[in-house]
């Protein structure tokens, strides 16, 4: 029996004010692909955005903007409002809608990353070994780059979204520490 195979992916962009979306799916020759729907659900929030043709279509690539995602409302087209990180329910479906779709749980974490690189920018590396001050440094950013992955494994395979967001949180407070100049 001929049918669509589904798939999105989400890809971690470092701009803040874009959620990117691209539309992996494999469909099939025998079906006609009608009533495309992409849903997403923001961080926080108990209802989603839809969107359909003619943006939503076979193959699609979209950029969704804070602006596009309706939680900002003035100046759209100028100023471009951060998105911000945490886990987006993102649902795609063609008809039947009810029977036809995929669901995923993505982890946004592009404001925990430019806080990362930023950090790194500051660090003070040659090009042999560094200082052991330096090499502390580098090893605590490993342990927090690891627990930002293991946030996204937590949400995206193992599909436990609050487990994540207390490994993201975590993380963050140890980007925040590391960033402050004036804490012990």
């Given at each position: 029996m001929?049918?669509?195979?589904?798939?999105l992916e989400a890809p971690d962009t470092m701009n803040l004010g874009i959620l990117r979306i691209v539309d992996t799916s494999v469909y099939s020759p025998l079906i006609p692909v009608t009533c495309p729907k992409?849903?997403?659900?923001?961080p926080?929030?108990?209802?989603?955005?839809?969107?359909?043709?003619p943006a939503i279509?076979?193959?699609?690539i979209v950029n969704l903007t804070a602006c596009d995602l309706q939680v900002q409302t003035a100046q759209c087209g100028t100023v471009l409002n951060n998105l911000p990180d945490g886990v987006y329910i993102i649902k795609y479906s063609v008809s039947p809608n009810d029977q036809v779709y995929v669901?995923?749980?993505?982890?946004?974490?592009?404001?925990?990353?430019?806080?990362?690189?930023?950090?790194?920018?500051?660090?003070d590396l040659g090009t042999c070994d560094p200082p052991v001050i330096i090499k502390e440094k580098l090893n605590k950013l490993r342990m927090i780059r690891m627990y930002l992955e293991a946030a996204k494994a937590k949400v995206e395979v193992c599909h436990e979204p609050q487990e994540g967001m207390q490994l993201y949180n975590y993380a963050l407070k140890l980007l925040n520490k590391m960033e402050c100049r004036t804490c012990k």
């Open positions: 001929a049918q669509h195979i589904l798939s992409l849903a997403v659900t923001l926080g929030f108990n209802y989603s955005v839809e969107f359909t043709e279509s076979a193959g699609f669901e995923y749980n993505h982890l946004r974490i592009t404001y925990a990353m430019t806080q990362y690189q930023k950090i790194l920018c500051e660090l």
